[in-house]
């Protein structure tokens, strides 16, 4: 009897361990960025950037209006101003 239970045993203990690593090899595959896509994302973040350095300010929002309707993205520019960040004291 104990034969058989410490069999089953073994037998649970090593499927546990093979379903944990293959759960961690999926997660380290699937959860890992898509380095390709970022790298287009900050392509296109810096063509924007240099084509609103180029332009006037007043222009800025109409342009990234332009190119949010063009594209279907919703975009929007803030002035730095615009921008308040607050430091809050964690109890």
């Known amino acids: 009897m104990a034969r058989h239970f410490l069999g ?3 037998l649970i203990a090593a499927t546990l ?3 944990s690593w293959g759960q961690d090899r999926l ?3 699937y ?3 898509d380095t390709s896509e970022e790298k287009s994302t900050a392509a296109v973040v810096a063509v924007l950037a240099d084509r609103l350095r180029e332009a006037p300010a ?3 929002k109409s342009q990234v209006a332009g190119i ?3 594209t279907g993205l919703d975009m929007e520019i803030f002035a730095s ?3 308040r960040i607050e430091a809050r004291a964690q109890l």
């Open 8 to 10: 089953l045993y073994l």
């Open 17 to 19: 361990a093979v379903v």
């Open 27 to 29: 997660l380290q595959v």
């Open 31 to 33: 959860s890992s960025p």
């Open 58 to 60: 007043e222009s800025w």
């Open 68 to 70: 949010a309707a063009r």
């Open 81 to 83: 101003g615009e921008i």
